[in-house]
């Protein structure tokens, strides 16, 4: 039980930085906003077509950038100051929200505006990504960045569940433009810190190589490295089978087939966003210090499998809601998991390339599967659909364990470095 909650307690050891303190606190706030937002936008698609492939459209040109731009992305990290970097692409990400929102505001929208404006941020999101990532490990060290990442995610869900439970509720009683103008505003608070922390960042001396060339090497590596692989695949088919229903088929499920409103869909989100949050905070520093990491992604993702076909078959509320908040626990436990031990187990000078990998094999594939599960509600109804998903991914899962016995066999503190280098975060 010690053992329990010193690891628990170690899991915010980056906090004692002032920096990543700083940062963290403006992230707090701007994270809010975007999923305020991200609510929002997929009711308004959602009243403007009522169509589930709309909205599965709209989930697809907001990720599809990160798809395309990946191959760069993690080499402009390296190359450039992350710092500024970041900076610039939260200033354009908070002008992208002001457009949205008065165009709202002005009842001037249309589902052509959503869809260049969601492709618009993608391509700022794909820059964000993999310079948000190495600058977590510029403030808090490399010896710190699996714990900096697990916070960050952390509050990822602590947005998730409070930014669509409060849309939800603002949608309902004084319509959906005060989440645009809100997370515009939001803005400013992660500007604000970036501009007054001092990071300790590691130029990549080759930064100046083609970056395709690069690009060719981070994949020749990963040829060789059968456990890298196997983190890629959970990732992959979390993204498929379980981030697919959640992104984008919520608003759908809650109008559908539980004959609710934006309210009900808020809540709803809000729910999967608590359950990812009580996984971030106590399953994941225990799965994290796991020796046996195979069957941990396993177990995750088989976990998810089933509370997500319980999902599937509810129709009442507070069923579904339930379901949501055990089957969300899998996924950042993947996730989350899998990021640290890629940036651990990476070589120095190709943690941006195969970080940015991580992110194209995650979130760059979300426009494929949101366009599948769109198709799939279409053809055969939104419940068949998400149980279709729940059966491929415990079939998927539960085959890649017995299939590959080198992911059982794995253990973890074995492969990993016995000492990790520490960075101190500059006070």
């Not at 100051?81 to 457009?99: C, E, G, H, N, P």
Request: hydrophobic residues 55%.
């Amino acid at each position: 039980m010690n053992s329990t909650l010193d690891t628990l307690r170690a899991s915010f050891s980056p906090l004692r930085y002032p920096n990543f303190r700083l940062y963290l606190g403006g992230q707090a706030i701007s994270l809010i906003g975007t999923w305020l937002q991200n609510a929002a936008q997929a009711w308004v698609v959602w009243t403007l077509t009522d169509s589930v492939e709309a909205l599965g459209t709209v989930q697809a040109l907001a990720t599809l950038p990160i798809l395309l731009v990946g191959p760069f992305a993690g080499s402009l990290a390296d190359r450039l100051d992350r710092r500024k970097l970041l900076i610039a692409t939260q200033s354009v990400a908070m002008m992208l929200a002001f457009i949205l929102a008065t165009l709202v505001q002005t009842d001037l929208i249309r589902v052509w505006h959503v869809y260049i404006l969601a492709m618009t941020l993608g391509v700022v999101t794909a820059l964000d990504l993999p310079a948000q990532q190495a600058f977590l490990g510029d403030l808090a060290g490399m010896g710190e960045v699996r714990k900096a990442i697990n916070l960050n995610i952390m509050l990822v869900q602590i947005s998730r569940t409070l930014g669509p439970a409060v849309s939800g509720i603002m949608i309902a009683r004084i319509g959906t433009a005060p989440s645009f103008w809100l997370n515009g505003l939001s803005f400013m608070a992660v500007i604000a810190s970036l501009t007054l922390v001092r990071a300790n960042q590691v130029r990549n001396p080759t930064s100046h190589v083609n970056p395709l060339r690069q690009w060719v090497e981070g994949l020749r590596f990963l040829r060789t490295q059968p456990r890298l692989q196997d983190l890629y695949i959970f990732a992959a088919i979390m993204t498929f089978l379980m981030f697919s229903v959640i992104l984008t088929m919520l608003p759908a499920v809650a109008t559908r087939i539980l004959n609710g409103d934006a309210e009900t869909a808020g809540y709803l989100q809000a729910s999967s966003g608590f359950g990812a949050l009580v996984a971030v905070v106590f399953i994941v520093p225990l799965a994290q210090a796991h020796r046996r990491s195979g069957f941990v992604l396993s177990g995750a993702a088989i976990w998810a499998a089933g509370w997500l076909f319980l999902f599937a078959n509810s129709q009442w509320l507070v069923v579904s809601l339930v379901c949501l908040f055990f089957g969300s626990m899998g996924g950042p436990t993947i996730m989350t998991t899998a990021m640290g031990l890629i940036q651990v187990m990476a070589p120095h000078d190709m943690r941006g390339r195969l970080g940015s990998l991580f992110w194209m094999v995650s979130f760059g594939m979300q426009p494929i599967a949101a366009f599948l599960i769109g198709q799939s509600a279409h053809l055969f109804g939104i419940r068949t659909a998400i149980i279709i998903n729940a059966l491929l991914l415990m079939s998927a899962s539960a085959t890649l364990l017995l299939m590959r016995a080198g992911l059982r066999r794995w253990d973890v503190n074995v492969a990993l470095p016995k000492t990790l280098p520490v960075e101190s975060a500059l006070d």
